[in-house]
């Protein structure tokens, strides 16, 4: 069973910054999965922020594109995603997505709420 934690959210205000982090599963061929982003906000459908593949290259939604910056440590099995300049429309609980062989892993979503 692959389990995806995500760790890092909380309450940041406007301009601030905030780092998520995603361990996955020790067992896991960590190298071998491509990892996302996302995140949903109330009543709005989930959307991709930002993705690294196994072959370390990125893409983020333009929205966020340098502000955020998506990155891995495949020894630590861990994904992270540094978040700047964070604005109120960054809020939304973020998920931690990996895909191998087809088989999609989410984690179960931490809360990232930025406000005054």
């Known amino acids: 069973q692959v389990q995806l934690v995500e760790s890092g959210g909380g309450l940041v205000r406007p301009g601030g910054s905030l780092t998520l982090s995603c361990e996955a599963s020790?067992?896991?061929?960590?190298?071998?999965?491509?990892m996302d982003w996302y995140r949903q906000a109330p009543a709005k459908a989930r959307e991709l922020v930002a993705s690294?593949?196994?072959?370390?290259?990125?893409n983020y939604k333009d929205s966020v594109k340098g502000r955020f910056t998506i990155s891995r440590d495949n020894d630590k099995k861990t994904v992270f995603l540094q978040m700047n300049s964070l604005k109120p429309e960054d809020t939304a609980v973020y998920y931690c997505?990996?895909?191998?062989?087809?088989?999609?892993?989410w984690g179960q979503g931490i809360q990232v709420t930025v406000a005054s």
């Open positions: 997505h990996g895909l191998y062989a087809g088989t999609d892993y």
């Open positions: 020790k067992s896991i061929m960590f190298r071998l999965y491509d």
């Open positions: 690294i593949s196994r072959f370390d290259m990125t």
